[in-house]
């Protein structure tokens, strides 16, 4: 835990460090027991900000799960390792818990069943995530919402925001922009903080750069500007 805020107005939330400690320092953390959505483009560094907070976590011995929608396991454990993060240690001791559904995603695409429908809603993953699980990635929720309308979207988003948060279950939830686009403005209201990730060009440089958004945080001083930020050999990196 990053322990409480650095500053008076937040001074009664209790944060957790993101793992990236730029971020920390911009926010304090990610307030505790609450959801974060993390939003962007393909590439922008989702999965890696994700991977920043539960080898963070799981360093501090908090059990941590990670719904791997988009990819398997091996993949990520390879992605984390390219940062010296080995995920395979804490798994072993039962510190991170991951959770396959691309996998089951990939049998149910080839008997055209979708057990994650809309039918069913974000209930499953409740169900899925073990109840002694202090903190949640789910990587990319978007694609389990990908047939659902308006009101469902929100209505099951916010059961999930409520259950998790109910748990005391730090959450981010990762959501690409094709999801974001359709339910976008509905689901920035029912989570505590979000984020956007995004390249743009530099106006001054003239040249491309990655930066991030704090579109919200409830209860935290923010930045208002884009915040700049590199990924090198230790995972995202803010540039002062
Ligand atoms: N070891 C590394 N060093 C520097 N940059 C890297 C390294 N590994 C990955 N990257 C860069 O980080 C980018 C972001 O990766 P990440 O997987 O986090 O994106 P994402 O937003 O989750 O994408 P997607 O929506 O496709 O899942 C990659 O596209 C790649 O350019
Ligand atoms: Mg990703």
Same mark, same amino acid.
């Given at each position: ?8 107005? =937040?001074? #009664? ?20 027991g609450k959801s974060?959505m %993390?939003?962007? &483009? =393909?590439? +922008? ?8 907070? %539960?080898?963070?976590?799981?360093? !501090? ?6 719904i =791997? $929608?988009? #990819?398997? !396991? @091996?993949?990520?454990?390879? &992605?984390? =390792? &390219? ?7 804490? *798994? ?8 396959? /559904?691309?996998? #089951?995603?990939?049998? *149910?695409?080839?008997? &055209?069943?979708?057990?994650y429908s809309a039918e069913r809603g974000f209930g499953g993953l409740i169900d899925l995530i ?6 949640v $990635?789910i990587?990319?929720l978007g /694609?389990l919402a990908?047939?659902m309308n308006l009101s469902h979207f929100r209505q099951q988003l916010d059961y999930l925001v409520f259950s998790l948060s109910k748990r !005391?279950c730090?959450s981010?939830f990762?959501c @690409? ?6 339910f976008?403005?509905v689901a920035l209201y029912s989570v505590d ?15 491309? #750069?990655?930066?991030? *958004? $704090?579109?919200?945080? !409830?209860?935290?001083? +923010?930045?208002?500007?884009?915040? +700049?930020? @590199? /990924?090198?050999?230790?995972?995202? *990196? /803010? $540039?002062?």
């Open positions: 835990m990053v322990s409480r805020s650095r500053t008076s107005a =937040a001074s #009664e939330v209790d944060r957790v460090s993101t793992g990236v400690p730029g971020l920390d320092s911009l926010l304090g953390g990610y307030p505790k974060v %993390v939003c962007g &483009q =393909a590439g +922008t560094g989702k999965t890696i900000l994700a991977l920043h907070f %539960v080898n963070s976590r799981c360093s !501090r011995g908090e059990r941590t799960g990670y =791997a $929608v988009e #990819e398997t !396991r @091996d993949d990520l454990f390879d &992605q984390a =390792a &390219q940062f010296g993060w080995d995920l395979k240690s804490y *798994e072993d001791r039962d510190l991170l818990r991951t959770y396959p /559904i691309l996998e #089951e995603r990939m049998v *149910e695409a080839k008997y &055209q069943y979708d057990s073990d109840r002694d699980i202090e903190n $990635v990587d990319n /694609i990908l047939d !005391r730090t981010m990762i @690409d922009e094709t999801t974001m686009s359709k976008g403005e903080g979000a984020i956007k990730l995004m390249k743009r060009n530099n106006p001054y440089t003239d040249s491309r #750069e990655r930066v991030l *958004e $704090v579109i919200k945080m !409830r209860r935290t001083p +923010t930045p208002v500007d884009y915040v +700049t930020f @590199d /990924i090198g050999k230790g995972g995202i *990196e /803010i $540039v002062p």
